[in-house]
């Protein structure tokens, strides 16, 4: 079965640094799917980035990007220019392309952002 | 705005008590699904809907039923309410593949006293 593990409960950043959040995951597929989702306090789920795995190049949006290792099964997000409204919980999730309907999720990562 | 709508936003049972928890999304996805969240964790999956007329159980749908009305509307009813039951439930809805990510509804968070 897969699982996905996001290793630190807790990360702080000072605002406008940059902070990379770890994700790993253990698959026997070759083909799936990668998200980070962001959860704010109003506990909105909200789709920061996704990444489809036989795309080799790394997915971008903003000032939010990936460093996706296939090899490794290592998904980090790194959130450059760090602002007071990116506090939130982090969740990585997994999907598999086949015909499986779950998201199986990580246990979160909660980002604190120091003014 | 497209999304999805979850209906209540907040709710306070008795144990015993039933209730239905509704939820319509209008971004024309074929698949929805109900979680819980409970403090400290992740999305757990209750029940999901692959396609309209089709339901399946997920990782946790004991005291829970579910039915896809139509394509837009997924509910979810607990029977008689319990206290483990206390949670936040989400729903949210994807394409088939579930590759562009899934689109979730705001939450209802639930007390059972």
């Known amino acids: 079965a897969q699982t996905v593990t996001q290793s630190q409960p807790e990360m702080s950043v000072q605002e406008a640094e940059t902070v990379t959040l770890s994700c790993t995951y253990d698959?026997?597929?070759?083909?799936?799917?990668l998200f980070w989702y962001k959860q704010p306090p109003s506990r909105q789920m909200i789709l920061v980035i996704r990444?489809?795995?036989?795309k080799q190049q790394n997915a971008t949006e903003n000032r939010f990007s990936v460093n996706f290792q296939k090899a490794a099964k290592s998904f980090s997000l790194k959130i450059s220019d760090s602002q007071l409204g990116d506090a939130a919980m982090y969740f990585c999730a997994y999907r598999s392309a086949d015909s499986n309907y779950q998201l199986i999720w990580g246990a979160g990562t909660k980002l604190i952002i120091k003014p | 705005n497209a999304g999805v709508t979850q209906t209540p936003k907040f709710q306070v049972l008795k144990t015993g008590q039933s209730m239905t928890l509704q939820c319509a999304q209008d971004m024309n996805h074929n698949s929805m699904y109900w979680y819980r969240q409970d403090p400290g964790m992740g999305l757990r999956l209750i029940y999901y809907s692959a396609s309209e007329g089709t339901t399946d159980k997920g990782e946790v749908p004991n005291g829970y039923n579910v039915s896809r009305l139509n394509k837009r509307e997924f509910s979810l009813r607990l029977e008689s309410a319990a206290p483990s039951q206390t949670s936040v439930y989400f729903c949210?809805?994807?394409?088939?593949?579930?590759?562009?990510?899934?689109?979730f509804g705001s939450g209802t968070r639930l007390t059972v006293v």
């Open positions: 990444q489809e795995a036989y």
């Open positions: 949210a809805s994807s394409e088939v593949s579930g590759r562009y990510g899934y689109t």
């Open positions: 698959t026997s597929e070759s083909d799936y799917y």
